[in-house]
Every structure is written in structure tokens, then in C-alpha cells.
């Protein structure tokens, strides 16, 4: 399975951005999909997920964040308005060992490169 995560950038505060995280071999919707962020100095923290049953966030980014799929293109979105100074990390997406979604990285497979998203104030 191979993740390409792509669409970071930088941005002002309170602007928008939306990831992509495009999925090869592993038939993607059959898994569960997660978004992790890891600023410099701190744990990777998760983000949101998505499977077939819906979508969990991180309360600091319900409201603001919507992670959406693809199914037909085995791509992931992650679509970021309202964006903050400590939104600033290095976005990775990841693939779960199964259908479940899970906020513990250590449940995901697969990982991406990761794509740097840096807000300024």
C-alpha cells in the first residue's frame, strides 16, 4: 500500500486548504482512513477519520475540518477552513489495520509522507 498526501501549503489565519491523500494497493474502502498531525517537539496527535459508517475529529478542529473519500479515486480529503497558528504541523495520512476507526496511531498500517501545513498569524 502506498499513501501520497499532498495540498499542504502556507496560509493566514483563518484561511483554507485541502489535503489529498491518494491510496495505491490495498482496496482503501474497506479500511478505514485517518489524518495525523505532528508539529515539531510534540506526540502526532490525531486529526479525523472516515469509514463506512462515518467520521470522527479532534475536538479542537470540529466545525473546521471535514475529511471526506473518494471511494472511486481511493482518495482522502481533508478540507481545513478556519485555519489557526497552532493548526501548524505536518499532516500524515494513514490507513487502519481494519474497517474501525481508532485515534491511536499505533492502529494504522500504512502511513503517507506527510504534507507541512503552516498557518501564520
Known amino acids: 500500500v502506498q499513501l501520497q498526501a499532498s495540498g499542504g501549503g502556507l496560509v493566514q489565519a483563518g484561511g483554507s486548504l485541502r489535503l489529498s491523500c491518494a491510496a495505491s494497493g490495498r482496496t482503501s474502502s474497506s479500511y478505514a482512513m485517518g489524518w495525523f498531525r505532528q508539529a515539531p517537539g510534540k506526540e502526532r496527535e490525531f486529526v479525523a477519520a472516515?469509514?463506512?459508517?462515518?467520521?470522527v475529529y479532534q475536538d479542537s478542529v470540529k466545525g473546521r475540518f471535514t475529511i471526506s473519500r473518494d471511494n472511486a479515486k481511493n482518495t482522502v480529503y481533508l478540507q481545513m477552513n478556519s485555519l489557526k497558528p497552532d493548526d501548524t504541523a505536518v499532516y500524515l495520512c494513514a490507513q487502519s489495520r481494519n474497517g474501525l476507526v481508532y485515534r491511536d496511531p499505533g492502529y494504522y498500517d500504512y502511513w503517507g509522507q506527510g504534507t507541512q501545513v503552516t498557518v501564520s498569524s
Open positions: 472516515i469509514n463506512w459508517s462515518g467520521t
